[in-house]
């Protein structure tokens, strides 16, 4: 026999597999390392095209916030055919926000209906752009024809509401509510108002504005957050001017 024999011995053999566990180890980290970052990414992504989507529906509402068309609701005569007596829309509040009631913080707006796709209605308002105005209740209104053929113009106006309660965001009345948003940290508005009801720029803003009638933008804030934690909490911030002054 020959007095050395070729081969490992078990001190090689130790090193190579303690050389080979550090090698595996390593690149099993950078791989848990490139998944908690894209799960981290996906994450913060997800956040803000929820809060991307809330705000671009809750700002085009908020612009049309007052908006009757070529009527001016404080000088038109309104009558509301479904209950038969004077119906002043101008008294309707178009923009009302009522923060940490019992059914959670409330805001509600009064706005010009957008395209077709912005459901039934709440009112319809046929008018001749002067001093006559009729409210219809929903699609009871004249069919836009008649209405043409008649000289009027009809114009849709919604009722629409938004409420923040328990970590999520809905719209809707409250017995037929449909979530937007979970996972919602938080939810805040301020009003930016003007100094009285004729000036058109903003002075301060405020949570609780005195009138309606001040009312010109409206400042929001989101916080949302990840139910799993792999990210930190993220704040969204947005201001959303009227395109119409409220009278």
Known sequence: MKKYSKGLGLIELMVAMVLGLVVVLGVTQIFISAKNTYQSQNAAAVMQEDARYLFSRMIQDIRMVGMFGCIDPSNAS???????????????????????????????????????????????????????????????????QA?????????????????????????????????????VAGFSLTFGVAANAADAGIARYTAAPASAALIRSVRMSLVLTDPSKRVRNQTFNVVATLRNRIH
């Open 78 to 144: 309104f009558v509301d055919t479904t209950v038969g007596q004077a119906f002043s829309l101008a008294a309707v509040q178009p923009i009302q926000y009522s923060n940490n009631t019992s059914n959670g913080s409330v805001l509600t707006l009064l706005t010009g209906d957008v395209g077709n796709n912005g459901g039934t209605p709440t009112y319809m308002i046929v008018t001749d752009c002067k001093t006559l105005a009729t409210v219809y209740t929903g699609t009871q209104a004249p069919t836009n």
């Open 147 to 183: 209405s043409a053929n008649l000289g009027l113009l009809s114009m849709p106006v919604r009722q629409v509401i938004y409420t923040f309660r328990n970590s999520q965001i809905f719209t809707g009345p409250a017995a037929s509510q449909q979530v937007l948003v979970n996972n």
